[in-house]
């Protein structure tokens, strides 16, 4: 699956079709895509959550993929309080 066939459109992305591309695409492509993504409005909360942690921890160093910006902007997206990455420790 392309970029662009995963980037057109207005549908929502599944998770399934998210990890397909993933499996076909460099670590770098991945990221900028789920960036993209995400201003698009384009995954539920917890699928961009889910692909915006696989993209940090998958990258070798982060700060080559994306600026920080990028990251910092992607994070802010993903935020779901009540997803499991963001439950409160107590």
Request: cysteine-free; charged content about 25%; aromatic content about 8%.
């Amino acid at each position: 699956m392309s970029t662009s066939t995963l980037t057109r459109g207005t549908a929502n992305v599944t998770a399934a079709e998210l990890e397909r591309f993933r499996a076909g695409v460099t670590t770098a492509e991945y990221a900028t895509t789920v960036l993209h993504l995400a201003r698009a409005q384009r995954l539920r909360p917890k699928v961009l959550a889910d692909a915006a942690y696989t993209a940090w921890l998958k990258s070798e160093n982060p700060k080559k993929i994306m600026p920080g910006s990028s990251w910092t902007e992607l994070f802010r997206l993903s935020y779901t309080a009540d997803h499991e990455l963001f439950e409160e420790m107590g």
